[in-house]
């Protein structure tokens, strides 16, 4: 197989000054990929992000306005490249009128929320209700919104100034102790495209786009032990992103065996690459041969998912409400969703999008039942120790 393009090299155009506000690779230096999902009407705007070399997707999504302008729905980092090409779009259909973010959870996406509103200082910015901030409650202002052109969703989706041409429904807020969880669920219903956050996922067979951009994740979870320097091939790549959807999902899969540290640091030494990049030679995993077989049923065929650590440690905290707000959802006419992470833009229904919620029903353990238990274990006793330690409430009914 023929090698695959090299991460390309560090560029002005891809510069995150702000990256110390939240640490998350790449840092600094932002990609952005864009994409056409609607000819002349809805954009998709992909970054990358992760720790630990565990990198996915992260997607701003763009819709024109029927009376012209822009609405931005959850915002990237707003680097030059992201803006240079935002720039095209208002050129072409008009300025940026609303900004949505979707979350009161979610620092990865707030945190680009006040930078990108003050690159379009007309736009009117919207926020989910009941946002929150850790360790202290403070003001949106103070964490860099605009304080004169923000506000809150209104609870019905006709109030809001965007409501002639879009539905939206907001889960939560779901009680998790520290603070809560909500996220909005916005519906464009001319092009009968659901735009969601974190709700549901579609994991790709194959590394995404983005991703492929950054090669060395990709290869540093293709080893086998401390020793391996993989090829930049595209098998290669294709083994780093299927172990890193199982990270992501699961933190530790059941295929996934922890060495002695004893061991871990002995073959740090010996490592042919001990330099900072590669973690000076830490390499603390060791994958079962049947690895390849968690990742296919964790994919389930690219079917809509919700991901284990929302099973595990938010949803089930309110599964009614969750299964209120599904319902709800489901009730508009959509034909594709865009999610903010991993696989986009998806053909789905809304029978398929109430099927990601079926493992809510009844009486526990909510647990999507496609999955086997034993991938679940570090997150059942985190989900546990949350509980035991009252920083959330229990699973409820």
């Not at 024109?64 to 090409?85: D, I, K, M």
């Not at 020793?227 to 299927?242: I, M, Q, S, V």
């Amino acid at each position: 197989m023929s090698d695959v393009k090299a991460t390309a090299k560090p560029s002005s155009r891809f510069s995150w000054p702000f990256w110390p506000v939240v640490p998350l690779y790449p840092y600094g230096q932002r990609q952005t990929l864009r994409h056409e999902v609607v000819e002349g009407t809805v954009w998709t705007f992909d970054q990358m992000q992760g720790t630990l070399y565990v990198v996915v997707p992260v997607r701003m999504t763009v819709v024109r306005l029927a009376a012209g302008g822009l609405l931005v729905f959850a915002p990237v980092a707003p680097t030059p490249e992201c803006l240079s090409l935002m720039a095209e779009l208002v050129q072409a259909y008009g300025a940026v009128k609303y900004i949505i973010l979707p979350t009161v959870t979610g620092i990865e996406h707030k945190v680009f929320v006040g930078p990108f509103a003050r690159q379009y200082p007309t736009a009117q910015v919207y926020v989910t209700p009941n946002q929150w901030s850790f360790p202290l409650k403070l003001p949106l202002s103070w964490l860099g919104l605009p304080p004169s052109r923000t506000f809150e969703l209104p609870a019905n989706s006709a109030d809001a100034p965007f409501g002639d041409e879009f539905d939206y429904q907001t889960l939560g807020p779901l009680p998790l102790g520290l603070g809560p969880y909500a996220e909005t669920a916005l519906f464009h219903r001319a092009t009968k495209t659901l735009l969601i956050l974190d709700a549901i996922v579609s994991i790709p067979d194959a590394p995404p786009e983005i991703v492929q951009l950054a090669g060395y994740p990709l290869l540093f979870h293709a080893k086998d032990s401390t020793f391996d320097d993989p090829a930049d091939t595209a098998e290669n790549r294709l083994k780093g992103w299927r172990r890193i959807a199982l990270f992501a999902f699961y933190f530790r899969p059941s295929v996934l065996v922890d060495p002695p540290w004893r061991e871990v640091f002995r073959d740090a030494w010996k490592a042919k690459d001990r330099s900072r990049q590669a973690y000076f030679g830490v390499f603390p995993f060791r994958w079962q041969p049947h690895w390849e077989t968690a990742f296919h049923q964790l994919r389930s065929g690219g079917e809509l998912l919700v991901a284990p650590v929302l099973q595990s440690l938010i949803f089930n905290r309110g599964p009614a409400a969750v299964l209120d707000w599904a319902k709800a959802v489901a009730n508009w006419p959509f034909e594709r969703i865009i999610p903010a992470h991993l696989d986009a833009p998806l053909s789905a229904t809304p029978e398929a999008f109430s099927r990601a919620f079926e493992f809510l029903e009844g009486d526990g353990p909510y647990r999507d039942r496609r999955l086997p238990a034993a991938d679940f274990d570090l997150l059942s006793r985190i989900s546990q120790w949350l509980h035991d330690s009252g920083i959330t409430p229990p699973p409820g009914r």
